[in-house]
């Protein structure tokens, strides 16, 4: 019953999928003979589960295969404008690159509206009182480190009807303790919740979905809010 019930509320799986893989061929590009032959055949209905797993390993490759770096920055926002999507679909959805605001003086890497009826992304407005109809991602392919001038950055892009939270894609932390700490004097003053998405993470999620336990991914998000809030 219950998996009746999420797939009723939350008819993810297969059309989105099929979109998903052909909007993405350059994350995809492991199983471009495979798009290919269900292209052929006709096959534009729901895909299964297991293409659902398939789809996640190959993202989670990608990744690993891209060197951080200015050289690869463009690849890494591509990708993770993909990789974000895959992963928290249905609750954030209709991403757009390079969203222009503030009369074009502005632009947010990735930004999603939220779609959310339940859940985290759901809690944060209507519970936490967090405004977020809109939430950016903002991607850093450094081989440092981000800290606080990508913070203050990617807080530089809220605003009370866009939203107040955010995402910081990065590849890895030296310090992460720290960079948390960072993000809990973001919130306290006011300036919104930054939730960290290095490739230590979407790798984790990837892996949930890869072994068909999706459902952990609501629970690792409410673990980084409950990381960053309760401090």
């Not at 991403?95 to 992304?121: C, S, V, W, Y």
């Not at 009182?129 to 991602?137: I, N, S």
Request: neutral net charge.
């Amino acid at each position: 019953m219950y998996k009746k019930e999420i797939a009723a509320r939350h008819p993810r799986s297969k059309e989105f999928l099929y979109a998903f893989s052909r909007q993405h061929p350059e994350v995809l590009r492991e199983y471009r003979d495979w798009l290919t032959r269900m292209e052929r055949d006709g096959v534009t209905q729901e895909l299964d589960e297991q293409d659902e797993r398939l789809i996640a390993g190959a993202l989670a490759h990608a990744l690993r295969a891209i060197a951080p770096g200015d050289a690869q920055a463009s690849e890494y926002h591509g990708l993770m404008t993909g990789v974000s999507e895959f992963i928290f679909f249905p609750s954030l959805v209709h991403p757009k690159k390079e969203h222009e605001i503030n009369q074009g003086r502005k632009r947010i890497d990735i930004l999603f509206e939220n779609g959310a009826t339940q859940g985290i992304f759901f809690n944060l407005p209507v519970v936490r009182h967090l405004p977020c109809a809109y939430v950016p991602f903002e991607c850093k392919n450094y081989r440092t480190e981000v800290a606080n001038p990508e913070l203050d950055q990617l807080a530089g892009r809220f605003s009370v009807n866009r939203g107040k939270l955010g995402f910081l894609c990065c590849r890895n932390f030296q310090n992460r303790a720290r960079f948390i700490e960072s993000c809990r004097d973001t919130l306290r003053d006011d300036r919104g919740l930054i939730l960290p998405l290095d490739d230590e993470t979407v790798q984790r999620l990837l892996t949930h979905i890869e072994l068909g336990q999706r459902r952990e991914i609501e629970n690792a998000v409410s673990q980084l809010v409950a990381e960053v809030w309760a401090g």
